[in-house]
């Protein structure tokens, strides 16, 4: 299989049909735009597991996502898109770079849930934008293509906020990408994994996400593996 890109946590292989590649979930953590970095065995497995499932739910809700198929333990064969390059995050409690950058208490409930855009580009730092941002960089066509992505951006988290609370967790916030498909359809694509959330136990409060590794705080692949046992439960 040819390779076409190599990321912090993934690899994506070129098929023999042109509009699909498989993707594969690599082992590799890395934290604060790769200054941390680390590798733990199985945790690519896992995190196939848990985004398969989530996509596969969310496909059902009616929201068009890149996923064909989960082909074996680490890899999915999906839709080949046009990633925009924006990473949208939605918050529904206070954590991270907006505890850090507003000064609001980690934990503290948000009154409505919230949409930032962040620039995919490492080399800034994927800073935050607005939409003016995102025009004069031409990182979509039109306006409404970010209206899109915050309707998206809302469906997503409110569909998974229900999902993951009735296996006892909360979703504190997360971020997703949408790439565009041979029609010009803008899809979700990349992955929605406990490396791309934060997810809190609801009777504990325990962090069940990246955060573990991020601030050496617990075993990420316990967590994350009840985290795929729980959402294995969902009904
Ligand atoms: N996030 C991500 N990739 C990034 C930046 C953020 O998956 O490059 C996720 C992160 O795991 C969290 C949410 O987006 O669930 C919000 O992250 P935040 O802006 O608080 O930044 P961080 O604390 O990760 O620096």
Redesign the pocket.
Known sequence: MKLLYEGKAKRIYETENPNEVICEFKDALTA?NGEKADSEAGKGALNCAITTLIFEALEKEGIPTHLIKKIDETKQLVKKVKIIPI?V?V?NIA????SKRLGLKEGEKLPFSIIEF?YKNDELN?PLINDDHAMILNLVEDRKELDILREYGRKVNNFLKEFFDKVGLIL????IEFGKDKEGNIILADEITP????LWDKKTGKKM??DLF?FDLGDIKEAYKEVLNRLKEVK
């Open positions: 604060f990473e995050v918050r954590a991270g770079s907006l962040y994927d504190v916030d997360f971020k490396d791309s959330c934060r996400d990246k991020r």
